[in-house]
């Protein structure tokens, strides 16, 4: 739909039918006129719904970089033959640290207002938290699922704290006084 199409049909919905017989408005009709044009620019954002779907979108991102990660990490470690659990190992730390890469670029793709350095930001310091509740060996086995919950919450606090506000796109419709008494009715679209 074009621009020209979008202004005649808001025209043709808002103006009320005395205007375009050439009567004079009132002001109480110009208000609810603006009111109307207010709610047709304004887009409504459900904020659950999109810390959920980060929350969904940095799980999904960082289990693909963990699994990307622990692969890299295993092929690239110098481990002799026999020792599995060296393996092991390379492959939970750079699972962990590709874990930690991947949640935040996940609710990146999800929410195009995030900014990423924040998030990742957020991300490792809930990695470092989850480190630093894991020395504990009490706690560690209390509180394990910190270690992967932390940092997708560091991350989405950070996500949304530090969000791009949204471009607010507006069409106003004003009214001009016109020869012979008519009232012509002027669209302005602000991008």
């Given at each position: 739909?074009?621009h020209l199409?979008?202004?005649?049909?808001?025209?043709g919905?808002c103006l009320?039918?005395?205007?375009?017989?050439?009567?004079?408005?009132?002001?109480?009709?110009?208000?609810?006129?603006?009111?109307?044009?207010?709610?047709?620019s304004?887009?409504?954002?459900?904020?659950?719904?999109?810390?959920?779907g980060k929350?969904?979108?940095?799980v999904?991102g960082?289990?693909?970089?963990?699994l990307a990660?622990?692969?890299t990490?295993t092929?690239?470690?110098?481990?002799?033959?026999?020792?599995t659990?060296?393996?092991?190992?390379n492959?939970?730390?750079g699972?962990?640290?590709?874990?930690l890469?991947?949640?935040p670029?996940?609710?990146n793709?999800?929410d195009?207002?995030d900014?990423?350095t924040y998030?990742?930001?957020?991300s490792?310091?809930?990695g470092?938290?989850?480190?630093?509740?894991l020395?504990?060996?009490?706690?560690?086995?209390k509180l394990?699922?910190?270690?992967v919950?932390s940092?997708?919450v560091?991350a989405?606090i950070?996500?949304?704290?530090?969000?791009?506000?949204?471009?607010?796109?507006?069409v106003?419709?004003?009214?001009?006084?016109?020869?012979?008494?008519?009232v012509?009715a002027?669209a302005?679209l602000?991008?």
């Amino acid at each position: 739909m074009t621009h020209l199409t979008t202004i005649v049909l808001i025209l043709g919905l808002c103006l009320p039918q005395a205007l375009m017989a050439g009567e004079v408005l009132q002001a109480d009709e110009i208000d609810r006129l603006k009111e109307t044009t207010d709610t047709l620019s304004v887009k409504k954002e459900n904020p659950s719904r999109r810390i959920v779907g980060k929350l969904v979108g940095g799980v999904l991102g960082g289990g693909l970089f963990a699994l990307a990660g622990g692969a890299t990490a295993t092929a690239i470690g110098d481990c002799p033959e026999d020792a599995t659990f060296c393996k092991l190992g390379n492959s939970v730390i750079g699972g962990w640290f590709g874990y930690l890469v991947g949640v935040p670029i996940g609710m990146n793709r999800i929410d195009p207002q995030d900014r990423f350095t924040y998030s990742l930001a957020g991300s490792l310091m809930g990695g470092a938290a989850s480190l630093v509740l894991l020395t504990d060996e009490e706690l560690a086995e209390k509180l394990w699922p910190a270690f992967v919950i932390s940092p997708l919450v560091g991350a989405a606090i950070m996500s949304e704290l530090f969000r791009k506000p949204l471009e607010n796109r507006r069409v106003s419709i004003g009214l001009l006084p016109g020869p012979k008494g008519r009232v012509s009715a002027v669209a302005t679209l602000r991008f």
